[in-house]
């Protein structure tokens, strides 16, 4: 004979030493029938937005916290209904069929990064409570609050309530990245009956439209105004607006006041002719080798980097203030700057030294794709050793931009623009850009700064001498 009893879901340690989340949105509503590891909620970190799995299958009797609020780790957040045995009472454990599935915990939460650590925090915040009161909820999903409205790319266009019993273990979906995912629920697609064309089989944007005929891509909103998410209209009569600071501007003022006023800025600028860089980028894209493949000038400028680096490793390192050491990086793990309705993000490429410019362009693609649909993984978001961003897209042709906490350089690409340049002792119209080079002066001397920056400059004019480097 079977019991019921309340259990509590706390609010887990999703890890990077976070302590506290904004409920985004629910997936589920008071009254819900949910199954195990079925993602219940949408959560928003300071550094990405994870999908929440259910650590029970029952009924949901209470959701303790609404959209945009932001809740410390620890604290209830919804409560189950679950089945128990009759001796078991409320004594801390559920029956054994319906303790979460811990190993396909990291598989269902988006951006876990550490399936391990993640199961540890998971089983810690499932533990039992005492019964709390329910507290009065809607019984469908609320509507996108405020402050998360920009990041709710993947809400449900149906009620939850359409869910109930169905299989939501995502382990066999076709792979594919979440901006993908989000195109083809928009467009009605079944993801399952495409075979995709990208690198190991990944579905594309390309094969969901190509699957439905053609056509133009779903533009968001956000994207329209440059990747940033739209500031709260403001209330006639009113002479100021106020937004909480919090997410990602949050944790992205924090790093970069400590970045500002802890590592000893330097800013070097060079002007050069990247005429036969383009003409580089032109011949590969016609080249059938790269058909399929988005290739833009920060592909070839981040594979330059690469190059240079081998002969100026200083500036793929870090200043450990702890142990009064200078770490030496043997890989290059690239952060790429990234405009996104999140705010501004660097993740960054794993191994970026080790890819082939095919294999970079792929990582390129995904990592900026999932970026601006919010989805970016926290392990992405840590762990880099040099960035670059790309201020060209904006129309700006320099600037000074500021270290990546913990790393050594970031450089920064202007637009490329046609100018009067002096050519073979001629003035002729060439495609000219600047590089905007930031370095720590701890960790990197002014000469080792300019001759890689002379370096770089040297491939980008010349792709040719990447041969004499390598």
Do not use: C
Request: proline share 8%; net charge negative.
């Amino acid at each position: 004979m079977t019991a019921t009893m309340i259990k509590e879901f706390r609010l887990p340690d999703l890890g990077e030493g976070l302590t506290e989340s904004e409920i985004v949105a629910w997936k589920v509503g008071v009254g819900d029938t949910v199954t195990l590891n079925q993602i219940i909620a949408e959560v928003e970190t300071a550094k990405a937005v994870v999908e929440l799995p259910s650590p029970f299958a029952g009924v949901v009797t209470a959701l303790h916290e609404q959209p945009g609020t932001v809740v410390e780790v620890g604290k209830p957040i919804v409560s189950f209904e679950i089945e128990g045995d009759d001796g078991g009472g409320d004594s801390g454990e559920a029956p054994a069929k319906r303790e979460p599935n811990l190993v396909g915990y990291g598989a269902v939460l988006e951006g876990s990064g550490r399936p391990a650590r993640r199961a540890r925090s998971f089983a810690a915040a499932a533990a039992p409570a005492a019964p709390a009161a329910p507290v009065a909820a809607p019984a469908e999903t609320p509507a996108a609050a405020p402050v998360g409205a920009a990041v709710q790319t993947v809400a449900e266009p149906a009620p939850v309530a359409d869910t109930h019993g169905a299989d939501t273990t995502p382990a066999e979906r076709p792979r594919s990245t979440p901006p993908v995912r989000k195109l083809a629920k928009d467009l009605g697609v079944d993801l399952a009956a495409i075979t995709g064309t990208g690198e190991r089989g990944l579905i594309t944007r390309d094969d969901v439209r190509n699957f439905v005929g053609g056509g133009d891509l779903p533009v968001a909103p956000q994207e329209l105004a440059g990747g940033q998410a739209a500031a709260p209209a403001p209330v006639q009569g009113e002479r100021e607006t106020r937004t909480p600071i919090k997410g990602v501007r949050k944790f992205t003022a924090a790093a970069m006041v400590s970045s500002a006023f802890t590592a000893p800025h330097v800013t070097e600028f060079l002007t050069l002719d990247v005429t036969p860089t383009m003409e580089l980028l032109g011949r590969l894209k016609a080249s059938r080798s790269f058909a399929g493949y988005k290739l833009t000038p920060l592909t070839l400028v981040s594979k330059a980097v690469l190059i240079a680096l081998r002969n100026h490793p200083t500036l793929n390192a870090r200043w450990d203030e702890a142990n009064q050491e200078i770490v030496q990086f043997n890989y290059v793990n690239l952060g790429i700057a990234a405009a996104t309705p999140r705010g501004l993000t660097v993740p960054n490429i794993k191994d970026a030294d080790q890819m082939s410019l095919l294999q970079l362009s792929t990582a390129l693609t995904e990592l900026t794709e999932t970026a601006r649909a919010g989805k970016t993984a926290p392990a992405d978001l840590s762990g880099g050793t040099i960035s670059i961003t790309n201020i060209g897209v904006f129309g700006i042709d320099a600037g000074t931009p500021i270290l990546n906490p913990g790393e050594a350089a970031i450089l920064a690409l202007g637009a490329v623009r046609k100018m009067p340049w002096e050519y073979q002792d001629e003035v002729a119209l060439r495609q000219v850009m600047t590089l905007s080079l930031s370095f720590d002066h701890r960790l990197v001397d002014g000469e080792q700064g300019s001759r890689f920056l002379q370096d770089l400059g040297a491939i980008l004019a010349d792709p040719g001498m990447a041969l004499a480097m390598v």
